[in-house]
């Protein structure tokens, strides 16, 4: 009874939180330009309430009085974690003074048009300022916060609790030191060809068969929908309305195609929560409770990437599916085999641009992000100097010239949006993807053949088992032990790229 | 000062409603299916905030001190308007009790599905026993928020403020009166041609069309967007972002074609509304906060049937834009011309459903359902007794027998949902829209010929000035008197569609 009057306060900030992220699904979709100004000041108003809620001296009461009656229950009962993590989220929010939080928000909306002002006219050193009080107002957050080695490892906690500078600089070295060779070894290679993925593609078709695929891997239409949006995202309003987004290049098969199995697996996550965490704090998508220290980012990620890329970039999937991919662009791909179009989307080359990396390179644009991050935050690195340690960067391990700042320091909108300590989540979530992924095909020896007979319920089931359905009731390497019996481990990522490259481009042994 | 405090108080009830607005716009257009439940509960959480918020000692508190500090301003300034509008809604809000508040709400889940169960089976009887519930339910809000005369006038004060059982009873009694004669008249004479409406016309140009008369007539997409439901609607988050829907029936022209004028009437009322009451309690359409007591539901009808019937059903309308329809179908037209387009689209001819019924005879299906109201809520009928009543009132003004309670008393959803006392607001939408038209062409001779060459920024520049701008500053009879001189009359109503049957029916000079 305690515990259900607990949850009935967080139905109310939860409720609150979902309609904000209606209304900003809303504004990436569906709203009409000229009501920008006035939606972020409807958006602001729910946040603030949710916050208050959250923070009310009625929603402690309920906390304690739930906390009590739920004493004698497991540690990690549902009960007992969404106390916890209620807690934590509180506790998080009020070490952010008021008005630290809105010189952040305040900040944030100015910052991000500046940005998008100096990438259009590739003018860094309008941006500069702006970032300078960015980076100035992390640290301030940082220090709220508190850490004990590295102020970065405070802003870490907010999207990847128990990722640190220390545990990112032996992760990241690890898999530098893995994947260098594999990218050397594949520029000694003659190209795989992929000229035939910038052919014409109408967007209807596109859609029909992203959609179709989604609808494959197990995404449920009477609880999702699939729209068009600029920067293509994955939200939810609870499990019963999880959304998903995309983006169309008619001359790019690529993009729409990866990026649609990309949200869909993002999706099959938040359907498949426990309904019972139903408006809970163990719901997986709250955003504004990022504080909580449940499920990080680089979790989320993992699914994504796991339908995305060992699903959606396999030859076991494009045998299956390529003759429906041909029955909707006939004339594109009439001289096109599986083979070649599976060697075509999984091609390696380095490029300048993140969002449009491959997998192999993709890890290095975070990498560098991450330790640019880290020196900015510590002050080892000026705003100032920024353009040249990118460009800097970008050379030593991808051997390519930054030709403008646009398509260098200005690429990415993270910065301006105050959002610092993220980026390391994508490389995160490719690990995790991979060591899951192993796993699920050790343990379950039914799973591989399923795959290649198109049935991808084995693999669902493993995973909802696994880690869908408990949401947010247990942290990332909670779940990785359970699952896998060990915390994040960089080696089946490794094994996986290795395997894969050597594969397709006929490497041989490689130089440790 | 102070009353900018209070407006920053207000700012967030109007950003809560205007949330929960955009949650029930997404329901009714975008939603998948499987949200239903989830989304009616955080639509309530929203609403039961406003409600605490606008009941709240701090509201109350920014309200007397804003009360104190704009005492010498003009009695209908809109800062005096905005906090008399405020008080007045606390005032209703605080006479329902919450108990009572939370049983209507209750209810009317239930009972709407119970009705949409009863309707698809035709049985009147398993519907029954929810209305009982539903009078009752508004014969206890009427005791709450009082009355002199008669329960009604109090549900009628929540729609139409100002109308009682007797001024509706001396105004309906003129319409049907003067009315009744044309109908007999038009009934005499053989029926214009209409065949050609029922052919196929394609959905996707029977929406490019509609919206292209919408933005002809003013419409602005930058601040609008238009989409599908079942049931139409006009609905805004403020005067930046106003949405109109429609529904297509593809073997029916007219419905979405007069739809689509009709929603975009009630649109431009809302995008013209001053800037300056954008996040006040004088922006036009603030659900939840309809007991204040500015403009009317009868008020916005008159704007969405301006548009609609005075304008889009003219003749000059046609015979300007024909062409533009007949280049969308041109083989569905290509046989009919404009004279016989325009005939085919006011043809009157009594009909069994209210939301297909032409413009003489839509106002006896409200007449009848008004007095329906009024006895069902002072006793004088008995729900069960509803049927016979209803055929009967259908047989004498209509003379058409009704078949079955589907097509009878089964047929509107308003009932089910307690929206009892908000039919007459089409009638009166009716009246008041021939009463604007009439005095706009006759104040302003450039209006007509403006018209005619298919400029309508005279009279919507008419309409922004008398009506638009001041929101909800105004009652709807004080904007009568200030822009026509009189409080509502029903004479150039009557005039209009004399006028306009004898000419298109030829009837010569009619018996009074």
Redesign the interface.
């Known amino acids: 009874m305690s515990y259900s009057e607990f949850l009935g306060q967080m139905?109310?900030v939860n409720?609150?939180l979902?309609?904000?992220s209606?209304?900003s699904w809303?504004a990436r979709t569906?709203?009409?330009?000229?009501?920008v100004?006035?939606?972020g000041?409807?958006i602001a108003?729910?946040m603030t309430?949710a916050r208050t809620t959250l923070l009310s001296d009625e929603t402690l009461r309920l906390l304690e009085k739930a906390e009590r009656s739920t004493r004698d229950l497991a540690e990690d009962s549902a009960e007992r974690r969404a106390l916890e993590q209620t807690r934590y989220a509180i506790e998080m929010h009020k070490r952010i003074p008021a008005a630290l939080q809105a010189e952040r928000v305040a900040v944030r909306e100015v910052s991000r048009a500046a940005w998008a002002k100096a990438r259009a006219e590739d003018r860094f050193e309008d941006f500069a300022p702006y970032l300078e009080k960015v980076v100035n107002i992390a640290r301030q957050v940082a220090d709220a916060i508190g850490y004990e080695a590295h102020p970065y490892d405070a802003l870490l906690s907010l999207f990847e609790p128990g990722e640190t500078v220390v545990s990112l600089n032996k992760l990241f070295g690890r898999l530098r030191e893995a994947m260098l060779p594999v990218l050397r070894a594949i520029q000694q290679k003659p190209q795989l060809r992929w000229d035939f993925l910038e052919r014409d593609y109408p967007e209807q078709q596109q859609r029909d068969f992203g959609l179709q695929m989604a609808e494959v891997f197990g995404y449920?239409?009477?609880?999702?929908?699939l729209d068009t949006t600029i920067h293509p995202f994955e939200i939810s309003?609870?499990r019963?309305?999880v959304?998903i987004t995309t983006r169309y290049k008619r001359n790019y098969l690529p993009a729409s195609l990866f990026g649609t199995l990309h949200e869909a697996g993002h999706a099959l996550y938040e359907q498949g929560v426990d309904p019972a965490y139903?408006?809970t704090p163990l719901a997986t998508d709250m955003p504004g409770m990022y504080a909580v220290g449940g499920v990080s980012y680089g979790a989320h990620e993992s699914q994504s990437r796991l339908w995305e890329n060992h699903i959606g970039r396999s030859k076991a999937f494009w045998d299956l599916h390529y003759p429906a991919l041909k029955a909707h662009f006939p004339d594109q791909l009439s001289d096109i085999d599986v083979s070649a179009f599976h060697r075509a989307v999984n091609r390696v080359e380095p490029g300048l641009i993140r969002v449009e990396a491959d997998e192999l390179t993709y890890d290095f644009h975070i990498i560098f992000r991450t330790e640019i991050e880290r020196d900015l935050i510590d002050g080892s690195l000026k705003v100032k100097d920024l353009p040249e340690r990118w460009n800097a960067e970008v050379k030593k391990d991808l051997g390519l010239d930054v030709p403008n700042n646009r398509l260098g320091v200005l690429q990415d909108t993270h910065w301006s949006t105050g959002q610092i300590g993220t980026f390391c989540n994508y490389t995160i979530g490719n690990v995790m993807a991979a060591q899951l992924y192993k796993t699920a095909v050790t343990v379950d020896s039914n799973i591989e053949p399923a795959l290649s007979e198109g049935n991808y319920a084995p693999l669902r089931h493993w995973l909802q088992q696994e880690i869908y359905q408990h949401g947010r009731r247990f942290s990332r390497d909670e779940l990785l032990v359970k699952s896998t019996g060990r915390t994040l481990d960089p080696e089946p990522y490794i094994e996986y790229l290795t395997g894969k490259y050597t594969s397709l481009y006929e490497l041989g042994a490689l130089k440790p």
């Open positions: 139905g109310t409720d609150l979902s309609s904000a209606l209304l809303d569906m709203m009409p330009s000229g009501a100004e006035v939606r000041q409807q108003t729910l309430l449920d239409l009477r609880r999702g929908r309003f609870t019963e309305d959304r139903t408006r």
